[in-house]
């Protein structure tokens, strides 16, 4: 396993990136590797999309973004809550491959986060994190970006997978 790598995984919105990690984690905890960090899931109410939830390796789970928060913070019709995604953070063990889904509008709110994400992709260590394409400029610069497609997506879990 190497010691430093970071693989950073960008498309359009809907084409599967939180899918592909939630895939990457399964493989690699069912091959013995210590994974720690927190992907997103979709809320849905009436079969609408209500809001955002944070869902933490270690089982912690909290609400990112919903339309019904009342907050400063908002992208398109969710209100985001950056305490959620800070104390997600906050519990990330400082060992193991650490998964990040994912570096985009919401989670940009967060001096916090943006503070975590600049230092995790420039110290020694193993990450895997999804990336919202507009900002691949300021973070991608020491990593290997891997743009998902329809022709490819089906095969990204285990490309990255071969990679660690």
Do not use: W
């Not at 809001?51 to 019709?77: E, M, P, Q, T």
Request: glycine share 10%; proline share 3%; aromatic share 8%.
């Amino acid at each position: 396993m190497p010691q430093s790598r970071k693989i950073l995984i960008t498309g359009h919105p809907g084409i599967g990136k939180t899918t592909i990690i939630k895939k990457v984690i399964e493989n690699l905890q069912r091959n013995g590797f210590d994974v720690c960090g927190f992907y997103t899931e979709e809320i849905r109410e009436n079969n609408k999309r209500a809001g955002f939830k944070i869902i933490g390796l270690d089982g912690s789970c909290g609400i990112l973004a919903h339309i019904n928060f009342k907050s400063n913070y908002r992208v398109g019709r969710y209100f985001v809550k950056l305490s959620a995604l800070e104390e997600c953070i906050a519990q990330i063990p400082g060992s193991g491959i650490l998964v990040i889904d994912e570096i985009g509008k919401m989670e940009m709110f967060s001096k916090k986060f943006k503070n975590f994400v600049d230092r995790i992709l420039n110290e020694e260590g193993i990450v895997i994190a999804t990336i919202g394409e507009k900002f691949v400029h300021k973070f991608g610069k020491n990593s290997e970006v891997l743009e998902v497609t329809p022709n490819n997506r089906n095969l990204m879990p285990g490309i990255i997978f071969n990679k660690i």
